[in-house]
């Protein structure tokens, strides 16, 4: 059974860098997306971004001045930098799996596995 | 970005009723459309992907049905632990994007 766990500081102070890292047990990195989502308090689902095992990357446009994503299939980690963090960027960050199945002309893909979700704050 | 609006946004219902949620696209996603179940606390769960093919595990009183910008979640009799948020979410494009989120309530 595949595993996600997020980790890092739960507390950032604005302006610096919010720097989270997700260990996936149970099964291989190699060969999927790996995927970056966060949920502020009492809100909806953001798609930060998502990192192929080769290393590329496809950003949120609306962060991707900020985002820096990477990969270690050596370690069989991902990891998500923020930068120029703000107190808009306080949420529950989970990372996920993106899986796809072939469909007529493009693969069907979803998130399948996700981590427990690790809550950031910012603030001084 | 595609966007995805969900309706109802809060929805009421009893043990045993039939419900149904719609998302629609802002264009055409084919049936590039999954669909996710969030209880307090927790990572959302993963129960229909390619707008109706069921995830693995998932009860068969979930359902999905839609092609283009028009989705339904169909939940054919509601059971206690059903009582949750329902996303829908789209993969024909990045950024990926989620619905607003359908909070299912128990009457």
């Known amino acids: 059974q595949v595993q996600l766990q997020e980790s890092g500081p739960g507390l950032v102070k604005p302006s610096e860098t919010l720097s989270l890292t997700c260990s996936v047990s149970?099964?291989?990195?190699?060969?999927?997306?790996w995927i970056w989502i966060r949920q502020p308090a009492g809100k909806g689902l953001e798609w930060i971004g998502r990192i192929y095992t080769s290393g590329s990357t496809n950003y949120n446009p609306s962060l991707k001045s900020r985002v820096t994503m990477s990969v270690d299939t050596s370690k069989n980690q991902f990891s998500l930098k923020l930068s120029s963090v703000t107190a808009a960027d306080t949420a529950v960050y989970y990372c996920a799996r993106e899986s796809g199945v072939s469909a007529s002309t493009y693969p069907q893909y979803y998130f399948d596995y996700w981590g427990q979700g690790t809550l950031v704050t910012v603030s001084s | 970005d595609i966007q995805m609006t969900q309706s109802p946004s809060s929805l009421s219902a009893s043990v045993g009723d039939r419900v149904t949620i719609t998302c629609r696209a802002s264009q055409s996603i084919s049936s590039y459309l999954n669909w996710y179940q969030q209880k307090p606390g927790k990572a959302p769960k993963l129960l229909l992907y390619?707008?109706?093919s069921l995830q693995s595990g998932v009860p068969s009183r979930f359902s999905g049905s839609g092609s283009g910008t028009d989705f339904t979640l169909t939940i054919s009799s509601l059971q206690p632990e059903d009582f949750a948020i329902y996303y829908c979410q789209q993969s024909y494009s990045t950024p990926r994007t989620f619905g607003q989120g359908t909070k299912l309530e128990i009457k």
């Open positions: 390619a707008a109706s």
């Open positions: 149970g099964g291989s990195i190699s060969s999927y997306f």
